[in-house]
């Protein structure tokens, strides 16, 4: 089974611009979920999506937002970015979400200038 | 907030020799996992370990939980260079379908 991918993975973006970041889970998989990760935060939850639903948001502002569409692929959108947005961004599926491991894409590395 | 901290933040061993990594998390959980993650890569899921266990074995990885203490150790024997990682525990906790990851643990393993 092909893994799961992320795209762009790398991405360089400037201040007050807005970004799309796309996730491709494994097949079969229907749970995806989201992480930021960041030097001096770690790895954060972001959102996570079950059959377009989605059943969690971590604690970020609303200018991140998540959708999953009807074939389990997800995309994440983060508007008006500012410079501490600048991060690894992890997608991760799963057969069902918490209970069981999750795999995980190469990220997305975004860098806000 | 993480859930948990980990300990230490980094190690160097010797190639060959075990090295041990231990984990702490605040609140009660169903599962605790392991993950490795090599120079700002994807994470890999190395090993699960339910709130009902004590320890898990996996190839040349050894986990034990400790829910009375809230914590859990990862034990990597034999190490190799290629074991050269960060290395993070992740638990959930109920119906909350998310992971909440530890600091981290940077393992150096010295040819």
């Known amino acids: 089974k092909a893994g799961v991918t992320q795209t762009p993975r790398y991405l360089i973006k400037t201040r007050g611009q807005q970004v799309t970041l796309s996730c491709s889970p494994i097949?079969?998989?229907?749970?995806v979920s989201w992480y930021q990760q960041t030097p001096g935060q770690g790895l954060q939850f972001l959102f996570e999506?079950?059959?377009?639903?989605?059943?969690n948001k971590g604690n970020f502002p609303g200018r991140f937002s998540g959708r999953q569409f009807s074939n389990s692929r997800s995309e994440m959108n983060v508007s008006t970015l500012e410079l501490g947005d600048s991060a690894l961004y992890l997608c991760?599926?799963?057969?069902?979400?918490?209970?069981?491991?999750?795999?995980f894409g190469p990220g997305t590395r975004l860098t806000v200038t | 907030s993480q859930q948990g901290e980990e300990d230490p933040q980094a190690l160097s061993i010797q190639e060959g020799e075990n090295a041990t990594m231990n984990c702490s998390y605040k609140?009660?959980?169903?599962?605790l996992q392991w993950y490795r993650q090599n120079s700002g890569r994807g994470l890999v899921h190395l090993i699960l370990i339910r709130s009902n266990e004590r320890e898990k074995h996996s190839g040349r990885l050894r986990v034990t939980l400790d829910t009375s203490k809230k914590s859990s150790s990862l034990l990597i024997t034999a190490s190799r260079a290629a074991d050269t990682a960060s290395y993070f525990c992740a638990t959930d906790a109920g119906n909350d379908y998310k992971l909440s990851f530890g600091a981290g643990t940077t393992v150096t393993v010295r040819a």
């Open positions: 609140t009660s959980i169903n599962n």
């Open positions: 097949s079969g998989h229907r749970s």
């Open positions: 991760a599926s799963s057969s069902s979400g918490g209970f069981y491991e999750q795999y």
């Open positions: 999506y079950f059959s377009e639903t989605q059943r």
